[in-house]
């Protein structure tokens, strides 16, 4: 059974250091050690890195391998994540997410 890579980028009305830093531990708090996860991390933008290519759009990315599209399902109706939507979306002013079976 393939893993699932579950990609999100946050990009932030409020995009003030602390604000940044704000979700960075709610993602902590809120999306570690559910089940069925086999990789957990979160980053900011590096911004040196801005080639054409590059998408400069976004403050926080989340990335979570989970061990299958079960695990992912369960994850997203788990109330610590459902808890994480409803303290941190009210500074979203978009969210882009990228999911992909591993192979």
């Not at 994480?84 to 979306?89: S, T």
Request: hydrophobic share 45%; with cysteine; net charge negative.
């Amino acid at each position: 059974m393939p893993r699932l890579a579950h990609h999100v980028f946050f990009t932030l009305a409020d995009d003030s250091p602390a604000k940044i830093s704000g979700l960075l531990a709610a993602c902590q708090k809120y999306l570690t050690d559910h089940e069925g996860v086999v990789d957990f991390s979160i980053g900011v933008r590096d911004p040196e890195l801005a080639r054409p290519v590059n998408n400069t759009e976004y403050h926080v990315s989340l990335h979570v391998i989970f061990a299958d599209r079960a695990a992912h399902d369960i994850y997203q109706t788990a109330p610590r994540h459902l808890d994480f939507i409803a303290q941190e979306k009210s500074n979203w002013k978009s969210v882009a997410i990228f999911d992909s079976l591993l192979q």
